[in-house]
């Protein structure tokens, strides 16, 4: 299976970049992981909500020109499903035993994502309504895969 993480702006935090680059290594023999970074749209810290909108709109076009037709998309928003590390770990599993080789988990910047993008969306996952850095949402996803994985083989995890 193939996953690909698509986020918004470049990651600099060091030990983000570290954590990540841990659990990328770890799923090695689970998956290929791929990590695509699309630039954030520069914009004033006050935005109109028309503004908002156009800043959004254009991180979701740079975001879209990364899915491919047959992946299957789920996009991090707030107004998504609430899924334990199970009920994540049987999506995955699913998708792979019925054919899906292409997953793409999607990030937003710091004003979410684009009404375009979370059409697209196959599935709409929250990581509970509490706001979270969009850049420290990249380790908790790609954590949460690994752990996916490892609750998908049997294999044990901590808990």
């Given amino acids: 299976m193939h996953i690909q993480i698509i986020s918004v702006g470049k990651l600099k935090e060091k030990y983000l970049v570290q954590g990540i680059a841990e659990y990328v290594k770890r799923l090695g023999p689970y998956a290929r992981i791929t990590l695509t970074e699309v630039p954030d749209e520069k914009a004033p810290e006050v935005l109109s909500a028309a503004e908002e909108r156009q800043v959004v709109g254009r ?5 879209l ?12 928003a707030i107004g998504g499903e609430l899924w334990s590390s199970e009920e994540l770990a049987a999506h995955i599993d699913k998708l792979g035993t019925y054919g899906t080789s292409h997953v793409v988990f999607v990030i937003g910047g710091s004003l979410g994502l684009s009404d375009a993008v979370l059409k697209r969306a196959d599935k709409k996952l929250s990581f509970g309504r509490l706001t979270y850095p969009h850049q420290l949402m990249r380790l908790v996803l790609v954590e949460q895969i690994y752990r996916s994985m490892r609750i998908n083989r049997g294999e044990p995890y901590h808990k």
Avoid: C, N, P
Avoid at 59 to 63: A, L, T, Y
Avoid at 65 to 76: E, G, M
């Fill in 65 to 76: 020109s990364h899915v491919k037709d047959d992946a299957h998309v789920v996009a991090l």
């Fill in 59 to 63: 991180e979701g076009e740079r975001i």
